[in-house]
């Protein structure tokens, strides 16, 4: 493959698990739920993976048993906040440190030991057509989960009908509950659906990107937190933030190795999160209003919808029937 | 026509008593609301240990040893408790500073960047002003009073201003406060990494460690006694920040606002507390705070630890969030919960080694020491909601007036 594909094919490759988490993040909180476990999640199921496949031989038990975990923790979190009503944000943080810290001792025996990958299944057509072809349909499975994802959590949330109930319980989750919607059913389920894609994007890590389990993956768990904010719920502009990180951190690791200052790599890892405040800064100002009179009229709902700013209203709220 | 009672007559309940002598009911009642209150920690602290000493047992470890290793890496010789007590500052006072912004209702999940920020400003107090053992003065050299307090000042702006950084963020900027507390510390922990690493401008010359050169004698705190690696210093700073904790929470008005925002900003802001500028002193004096923190770790006084290192906190920022929601907003606890910590984390090491090399040797690592930390929080916090949704304490129960209200007719 030539360099330019080869470090595009590199790049969805790497932000793959990111991809994944940020959308299973992103579906919990836009049902209203916040679950900040993400980082002792993935790498909870990301060992999970490891060390089942491991064990059993079998890469699917493996992925399942991380979707299991991954979910699990995102029951707790859901638990707590709608039966004990307690608050999101403290169990979520306390489940964070715990999963990390259950990830490193449970994963003792199986540290540093060889994985197993995940079959690389390359479409043979598709993947042959210049520049696209090895960047997109070079990869295996969950790579190609990864993109799908995309697409098929928009087409969700915004074209059918299911996903408008979504939208509503977690911007207004009194007036879908005087429409009869079961919120804190709906709630439980959509926490458990984003944790289980949690879990899977842990397995990603471990069967894909970086095989093997090792205590390096602290810290993916709050970029993919931080990445949905970025993105501001909005599952396109979400991806392309986890794309976004996965390029700098590539151009940061070419650097790395071509000089032998560390120095302009340091700086290029700082760059997203500056982009990141950046951003955000600037979409919750009044700017963004101005570029938007910009447009021609016609275009300017849709240019409106695409630069909104703001996370579901009813976000971190316990919902309690009166 | 007669008005129907609205309840039988009953012998009227006996009117309060003036002054504040309640009656023997009242205070019946107040402790029996009390036991919940207090038995809800323990229960869940009680969950957490059950949970461990399984694993011990499913590991083939008899936790009375881990105890007993865990005692011997801490409290059995006068060093370990030395070195005890100098965790523990650091630990103490970062949770000081959250117990101010979590009272307020915040987030501050910077902490840990704050505590680097702390770090960083004492290093480089010490590189402008300190001179000895192949230290140049950037600056002028002074003596060791003045080297360290500068070092002092330059972490507690460091760190403040860090925190006011993410403060502005949220107020001003609109960033999600805990997205900007992550990205604040990656931020920082990045910058820290710039500067240590290799060809960074902080790392001596022609060494490949990521870390400055040891600090000469000047820059580091003065050991006390015979103890290398515990000094006063920090245990006066911190004794003094408690005080001031104390004072805040529970003598001053702003210690009442504080606690008022964290219940309901709108409200408090209605009632005319000054919402955003408590934000931004209350984050920034948290920040203060956890600058020291950083500053205690890297002055020594022994010169193993008295230099700027790839990861200065350590993770203490996590841990004192740990602790101060387990303390809940407890001002008085927090220095007992700080210290159990420190127990636990600072024994981990001794129960790591202990175990291997005991007959049979078990292969036991020392992470399942914070596994009992974030389980016993975890549990505190589920006994806490298990306890107010399913054994509300009187006070949040909706008033009855059979016992209060004289009988009407």
């Known amino acids: ?322 | 026509m007669t008005t129907i009672p609205e309840r039988t007559t009953a012998t009227p309940a006996p009117a309060p008593q003036a002054g504040f002598r309640a009656d023997r009911g009242q205070v019946w009642r107040w402790i029996l609301d009390l036991i919940p209150t207090l038995l809800t920690p323990f229960a869940g602290i009680a969950a957490a240990f059950g949970i461990v000493i399984l694993i011990l047992t499913w590991q083939g470890a008899d936790p009375r040893l881990a105890l007993d290793f865990l005692y011997q890496g801490t409290l059995a010789s006068a060093a370990e408790r030395a070195d005890l007590v100098s965790y523990w500052m650091p630990l103490a006072i970062a949770a000081f500073g959250l117990v101010l912004t979590y009272t307020a209702g915040l987030w501050n999940i910077g902490v840990e960047g704050q505590i680097i920020a702390g770090a960083i400003g004492a290093t480089w107090a010490a590189r402008l002003f300190a001179e000895g053992e192949g230290w140049r003065a950037g600056i002028a050299p002074l003596s060791h009073g003045w080297v360290l307090l500068l070092s002092f000042v330059f972490a507690a702006a460091a760190g403040g201003l860090w925190a006011l950084l993410a403060a502005v963020l949220k107020t001003r900027g609109g960033v999600n406060e805990i997205f900007g507390g992550v990205a604040l510390n990656f931020i920082i922990q990045t910058f820290n990494m710039y500067l240590v690493s290799n060809g960074g401008p902080w790392q001596p010359v022609g060494s490949r460690a990521t870390e400055t050169a040891a600090f000469p004698e000047v820059a580091r705190l003065t050991p006390f006694g015979d103890f290398r690696h515990l000094s006063l210093t920090p245990v006066y700073i911190t004794t003094v920040a408690f005080v001031i904790l104390l004072l805040i929470m529970y003598v001053s008005r702003w210690g009442l606002q504080l606690r008022a925002m964290g219940k309901n900003l709108r409200s408090a802001f209605l009632l005319g507390v000054h919402t955003e500028r408590n934000v931004l002193a209350a984050m920034m004096l948290c920040g203060m705070l956890a600058g020291l923190a950083g500053a205690f770790r890297v002055m020594g006084p022994y010169v193993t630890r008295a230099k700027l290192t790839a990861n200065p906190s350590g993770g203490i920022g996590f841990l004192a969030i740990l602790i101060v929601l387990l303390a809940g907003m407890s001002a008085l606890l927090t220095p007992f919960v700080s210290f159990a910590f420190a127990v636990l984390s600072k024994g981990a090491q001794k129960v790591e080694s202990g175990f291997q090399w005991s007959d049979p040797p078990v292969n036991l690592d020392r992470s399942l020491v914070r596994v009992l930390q974030s389980t016993i929080v975890l549990m505190v916090v589920l006994a806490f909601g298990v306890r107010n949704r399913f054994f509300p304490p009187r006070s949040a129960q909706p008033v009855t007036d059979d016992d209060d209200e004289v009988a009407r007719t």
């Open chain 1, 1 to 322: 493959m030539i360099g330019l594909e080869s470090t595009l094919s590199g790049i969805v490759r790497a932000a793959a698990p990111i991809v994944i988490a940020a959308q299973g993040e992103l579906i919990t909180e836009r049902s209203g739920v916040i679950n900040l476990s993400l980082d002792g999640s993935i790498m909870l199921s990301a060992m999970t993976a490891h060390a089942v496949t491991r064990t059993t031989g079998s890469l699917t038990q493996g992925v399942l048993a991380a979707m299991a975990v991954g979910a699990a923790m995102a029951f707790v979190v859901v638990f707590s906040s709608i039966a004990l009503r307690l608050n999101q944000v403290a169990v979520g943080f306390v489940l964070t440190i715990l999963g990390a810290d259950l990830a490193i001792f449970l994963g003792k025996p199986h540290f540093n030991q060889v994985g197993r990958e995940i079959p690389h299944m390359p479409i043979p057509v598709l993947k042959d057509i210049p520049l696209i072809g090895p960047v997109l349909f070079n990869h295996n499975i969950l790579i190609y989960i990864s993109l799908i994802l995309v697409v098929a959590v928009t087409f969700y949330i915004y074209r059918t009908r299911a996903g408008l109930t979504l939208r509503a319980i977690g911007e207004h989750p009194e007036a879908a509950f005087v429409r009869g919607t079961p919120v804190n059913t709906l709630r439980h389920v959509y926490t458990l659906v984003g944790g289980a894609l949690v879990g899977l994007a842990g397995a990603t890590y471990s069967l894909s990107v970086k095989l093997g389990w090792r205590e390096d993956l602290a810290g993916e768990g709050w970029i993919a937190l931080a990445i949905v904010i970025f993105g501001l719920w909005i599952p396109a502009r979400v991806a392309l933030g986890a794309l976004l990180i996965a390029g700098l951190r590539s151009i940061a690791i070419d650097l790395q190795s071509s000089k032998v200052l560390d120095l302009p790599a340091q700086i290029v890892n700082m760059l997203p999160w500056f982009l990141m405040i950046l951003t955000l800064m600037v979409a919750t100002s009044g700017v963004l209003e101005r570029v938007v009179r910009f447009t021609p009229e016609r275009l300017q709902p849709a240019v409106r919808r695409f630069l909104r700013a703001g996370p579901p209203a009813a976000l971190g709220v316990p919902f309690e029937k009166h």
